[in-house]
């Protein structure tokens, strides 16, 4: 295996959101991209790689939370989260962008283009 | 260096030619793929699995897979292929940044949700329309649900969601299920779930969210609109070969064409699974192709060092 150009660092790179630190969090202007998801949902762990490795790329740039939509239902549904996993890019409290549904790290980069 | 086998897919046929590679020596790398672990990590119980005669949940079963596989040296790489040529030996393939090189390929890349394709559809996936009741049952307590589909996984589906919804309906475009008989029994004996039979649905109706779908009866041509909250696709699954389009030989639904046990049209290069399987598609048919295809690969590379 080469790698051609690997800047990622693997680590724990996300914080958590809840419905208490939501509001907050996502008001600020460096852009905050919210993961809902949920132990018991297959495709979400598929995007802890990723976007893990896309906070530890973006530093002051693009701030990834987790939001665990069991314990956190209030989020979920102010949002209108009814899939999972969502992905909602907040700025200035104001949704920029969603993406509904797991993808890969080339995928989900293409798809945040502009942010990170 | 060239790898001796590499592995795309990590679902029961890539995982169990990833155990009998290892066992036989052959380092196996594994480029597991964005939908890891495939099919099952989106099913709950797995009754039909021999070996597990309680059952044992899809999830729970791959895990055990991969840490059989891993037992024997397999190493599992979390990337997703999007590119392969098999013009020249080594073959290469690529996942995002990184190039391998392989002596042998083995693809298992299985095969996804296939969707209706019908108006509605798409603009509404995620705020309605799913094809993971596992994922999305949760968002839809005390609603009422429709389930397209007549095989065992809309059977599974419909039965799982009435965990969470008030109703469940299933919309089947036969007067019979396809399903397995101990799946339909379970399916039309329970409460929750009522069946409209014969019908099609045409269009998703809702602006933001999904308040209904549009059914066509097929026999009688009569049109009615079902008030639902969300609607649950189970019609089937497409091969996942897009990526080995202009390489290998596919079959017209886009299923990797074999020779004998595995072998593609590309000597070296080898198949198992549900991406060459458009009749069994079981997790144990899946596992005995992945085997074939190891013991496939196995052999080949000894001749080519005889």
Redesign the interface.
Known sequence: ??????VALMGNNTVVATDATLPDMISGTTPVLVDFW?E???????ME?PLDEIAGANPGKLIVAKLN??ENQQA?MAH?????P?MIVFADGVEKKRL???????QLEADLAGFV | MAEKVLIVGSGPAGLTAAIYAARAGLEP?VIEG????GQL??TTDVENYPGFPDGVLG?ELMEQLRKQAERFGTRI??A?V?EVDFSAHPFRAWA?????EAETVIISTGASARWLGIPGEERL????V?A?A???G???RDRELAVVGGGDSAMEEALFLTRFASKVTIIHRRDEFRASEIMVRRALAHDKIDVVWDSVVEEVLGD??VTGVRIRNVKTGEVSVLAVD?MFVAIGHDPNTAVFRDQIDLDAKGYIVLHGASRTSVPGVFAGGDVADSVYRQAITAAGMGCQAALDAQHWLEEREA
């Open positions: 295996m080469r790698t051609r150009d690997r949920a018991w949902c297959a495709p979400c762990r598929l790689g939509v069991d979920a209108e989260v009814m899939s999972i969502t509904i549904g797991a993808r890969s790290k080339h | 790398v964005f939908e890891r672990g990590m989106l999830p790489i979390a997703d999007d995002g940044d990184d190039e391998y996936r995620g705020h309605g799913s993971c596992t994922c999305d949760f968002f839809f933001d969210e969300g």
